[in-house]
């Protein structure tokens, strides 16, 4: 065993097990394996670039999951993979291109793609170095990319079978479109807020009539050039008999009819006379259909007027054109006012240009018949929402979702498998690329130029990566996976349509739980952006704290439900957290001999064991027991608090201290069996550290002289399970008073300045002998740890004139101050503490005064209060006399 460094160096640690780890083949699930199957698969990080704290949390989160059922001894898959991210990846390299002055359409479709694979595996081998910087322990082996072959295959045969099932269809309607990135958007994709802008009132002359005209409002002057009629309240006795008539269009050489509609017109809004233009607005398409109204489209791709407006239009840019549309129908008498409004834009999420209604040939899936057996399978129990408001989010939105519009206008993705027909117009579609028109056999096809959602893809995530369509053995062995943990902002995109899917073509949920994490935010609450300059970069974080600080970090904050407040100082403290553990192995290690491994504790032989050897085994009990129960029911930030609780708190600051004079005696057979606990002690919490800081905890474990040791790495030992043998609440009770008494000598030290060298005479008085007698044993403990060199305890002893005091559980601690402090100050700092109980005392007294309080909290919660107003009086009853005794 060679010795430990004095300081541990996290770069160097990490720098080298990773590749032990990988080679080795620890992260490696067996396909057949009588353990039992656990999975995950990995929410597909996109091929774009870096990794983000988002991803940085989300790994975290998996990991600890995972190491902690492998741990278990469960046949655990960790799935790794990356989704291609079709806009998000187009537009990165666009922008590339378009810096060296070169659009996709100079290049052509072929080239184009040539230098998106050119990105792809650049920036995918920079993602795998990052997530196995993070310590990440997932099967490399399994890698998958949602454009691999496999995969490709996966989609088309969805696809194709979707649409030979009736559920995916073609149809031209209305939909998002962004003239930034030139393609469609699904609803998801468009961000609303509320911004300011105009309402323009404009009149619409009458035909034949023009002194009659009707008042329309519109956000949109641009579009009337698009209108095909105009709509009023079929109950509007002001228009009643205008209905049936047309106007005029101004600007325009066509005249549009006036129809009565009570879906689209509300009375009593405005003038009550609506324009109408099906191609550019989602309410006024529905209203095209139902008048069976021309569909005019006045804007092309690029938000451009096109060739269906007046000439002197044509070739402008939306928002100049409208400029102009308002400036001619103010000369002509026709813009009747314009008022500031605020209303609700849709933005692009990708660019944040304005998205534009637009009608549109476009692919679509009847969603309906696949969201009601996914959301069945949530109400059965058949797939768990950790959190149930997230639970109630997933049922709203599948209750009301709408047709999905699957095809985007990219090159880069899953080219659509249809092929059309020069000849008959017929759709081939087909598994294999077609040579002839399965409709009349002709050989002119022209596959469709569009690409799918990304998400159709990431929708067959947990089976396409097992090999689906083929029936492996991974797919019967791992599927359902276990746990589907991911970001909430994506439970619409992702989540639900994986639960569509899986069931769909699997029969089956893809996942029984769902874990929603929140969203990683900067110490003060606000969303990270490199506008704000306040983005915290996982890697430069690992690189100056280490991965295990940043996982330690994430994970005790990781509560379901509630943002992430991250700060680059708390990733600090839990660095020096794992100097902490280093620094204690170190310990540990120097008063093992050299050469020499303790024996295995002998958990039968408790009794022969020190008191504070008993206490320290049964913390590590409960400490265990809070660990894996936590974890088992993913409250990480509780099971990580907890164990840095046990080893600093409890471990450290104490079980060492009390282990000193035992290591330093000259009875060997004491010295060794102290050598066993911390080596019991140390090993075992290590395990439960583990799956939060994987790269420390290997390091040191491997260094540890254990007997029988389980396995060659601390990834596959076995996972620590709660042993009555070490449970001693006698000892917990015990110790925990003398620890109690060792804190109020130091705190009465502390508060009136005794130097630490100060030799201090103490008297400790219970009402029980009991802990009499254990304060009176513990004369060692107190000497070593709080310098009392004259120690008196007894049953109700009487208070030493001028002395400080301080409630230790049970006892009361008493410390004369003559001649070792100002007495006034003392009697100052007691009274300031009394005036913060009294205020303590009010508040809970008001609270528990509150009839709706104690009519609506849980009695626990109202017993604990009470509980801890008794507590708050005697505690104050007992500091009045103090100050009664020193100004005596």
Not at 833 to 843: E, G, L, N, P
């Amino acid at each position: 065993m060679s010795e430990m460094p004095k300081a541990y160096e996290h770069a160097d640690i990490e720098k080298k097990w990773y590749p032990i780890w990988e080679s080795k083949g620890f992260f490696a699930a067996s396909d057949r394996s009588e353990r039992t199957p656990f999975a995950i698969a990995i929410p597909p990080p996109n091929v774009t670039g870096s990794l983000h704290m988002g991803h940085a949390l989300t790994v975290t989160i998996e990991d600890v999951i995972v190491r902690h059922r492998r741990m278990q001894g469960h046949n655990t898959l960790w799935m790794p993979g990356t989704d291609h991210a079709g806009i998000a990846t187009q537009m990165v390299v666009e922008r590339k291109l378009a810096e060296e002055g070169i659009s996709r359409f100079d290049s052509g479709r072929e080239a184009f793609l040539g230098k998106v694979w050119e990105w792809k595996d650049r920036y995918h081998a920079r993602i795998t170095e990052q997530l196995k910087a993070m310590g990440v322990s997932v099967d490399w082996e399994r890698e998958r990319f949602t454009m691999d072959e496999g995969l490709s295959r996966a989609v088309r045969k969805v696809f194709v079978d979707l649409y030979d099932d009736g559920l995916l269809y073609r149809a031209k309607r209305l939909v998002n479109w962004s003239p930034g990135i030139q393609t469609v958007l699904s609803d998801l994709e468009v961000e609303h807020e509320e911004e300011n802008g105009h309402l323009w009132h404009l009149a619409y002359p009458v035909t034949g009539n023009p002194d009659t005209r009707l008042v329309v409002a519109t956000t949109r002057p641009e579009t009337m050039l698009g209108d095909t009629a105009v709509a009023v309240h079929p109950d509007d006795e002001r228009y009643q008999h205008l209905i049936g008539k047309t106007i005029d269009l101004p600007l325009t050489d066509r005249t549009i009819p006036i129809v009565a509609d009570g879906i689209l017109v509300d009375m009593a809004f405005g003038t009550g006379a609506v324009k109408v233009t099906p191609a550019h607005d989602f309410n006024d398409f529905e209203t095209g259909k139902r008048h069976g109204l021309p569909m005019i489209t006045v804007l092309d791709g690029q938000a451009n007027i096109n060739d269906n407006a007046p000439e002197k239009y044509r070739g402008m840019e939306r928002f100049a054109a409208r400029k102009a549309i308002v400036a001619d129908l103010d000369r002509m008498g026709l813009l009747v006012g314009v008022d500031d409004h605020k209303h609700s834009i849709g933005r692009c999420q990708r660019t944040g240009v304005v998205v534009e209604p637009m009608l549109s040939d476009q692919w679509y899936v009847k969603t309906k018949p696949l969201a009601e057996p996914a959301i069945e399978a949530v109400r059965s129990g058949k797939t768990k929402f950790l959190s149930k408001e997230w639970e109630k989010v997933y049922f709203h939105w599948m209750e009301n979702i709408q047709d999905w519009c699957v095809s985007r206008q990219l090159w880069w993705g899953h080219r659509i498998p249809a092929w059309f027909c020069q000849a008959c117009d017929h759709v081939t579609v087909a598994m294999d690329d077609p040579t002839v028109c399965a409709g009349c056999g002709a050989s002119a096809l022209r596959q469709d130029e569009d690409v799918l959602d990304t998400w159709f893809s990431s929708g067959l995530w947990p089976f396409s990566t097992l090999g689906w369509p083929d029936e492996t053995e991974a797919l019967e062995t791992f599927y359902p996976t276990d746990v589907m943990e991911t970001g909430f902002d994506i439970i619409f995109f992702w989540v639900a349509r994986m639960m569509m899917m899986g069931i769909r073509f699997m029969g089956d949920v893809p996942f029984r739980t769902v874990y929603l994490h929140a969203m990683v935010r900067d110490e003060k609450g606000q969303k990270m952006s490199k506008t704000r300059g306040n983005v915290i970069d996982p890697l430069l974080i690992t690189a100056e704290h280490g991965a295990d600080a940043l996982r330690f970090t994430l994970a005790t904050q990781a509560s379901q439900g509630h943002d992430i407040k991250l700060s680059v100082d708390r990733v600090a403290g839990y660095r020096a957290f794992a100097n902490k553990i280093w620094n204690a192995t170190r310990f540990v290690l120097m008063n093992v001999p050299e050469g020499h491994t303790p024996a295995r504790l002998d958990l039968e032989s408790m009794g022969r064991l020190e008191m504070a050897d008993r206490w320290i085994l049964a913390k590590l009990d409960r400490a265990v027991t809070s660990v894996g129960g936590a974890l088992q029911s993913y409250q990480l930030n509780d099971a990580a608090k907890t164990c840095y609780e046990f080893f600093w708190k409890v471990f450290c600051d104490w079980y060492i201290e009390f282990a000193k004079p035992a290591l330093r005696s000259e009875d060997e057979v004491t010295a060794e069996g102290t050598r066993r606990v911390l080596m019991h002690v140390l090993d075992n919490a290590l395990r439960l550290l583990h799956p939060f800081m994987p790269y420390i905890t290997e390091e040191i474990w491997t260094r540890l002289p254990l007997t029988g040791r389980d396995s060659e790495t601390l990834m596959r030992a076995r996972w620590p399970e709660p042993d009555t043998r070490r449970d001693d609440a006698d000892a917990v009770a015990l110790v925990d008073q003398m620890i109690d008494v060792i804190a109020a000598v130091r705190t009465i030290r502390g508060e009136n300045r005794i130097p630490p060298k100060t030799g201090l005479r103490v008297v400790v008085t219970t009402s029980e002998t009991a802990t009499a007698e254990l304060v009176a044993g513990a004369r060692e403990y107190l000497a070593h740890l709080a310098n009392v060199t004259d120690l008196e305890v007894g049953v109700d002893l009487p208070r030493p004139q001028k002395s400080a005091t301080a409630v230790a559980g049970a006892a009361t601690v008493y410390v004369p101050l003559e001649g070792l402090v100002d007495l006034e100050a003392e009697v100052a700092r007691i009274n300031k503490r009394i005036a913060k109980i009294d205020k303590d005392i009010s508040k809970f007294e008001k609270k528990l005064g509150n009839p709706r309080f104690l009519d609506n909290a849980p009695a626990e919660v109202v017993a604990g209060d009470r509980e801890k107003l008794r507590g708050l009086k005697a505690e104050r009853a007992t500091y009045e006399v103090t100050v009664s005794a020193l100004t005596a």
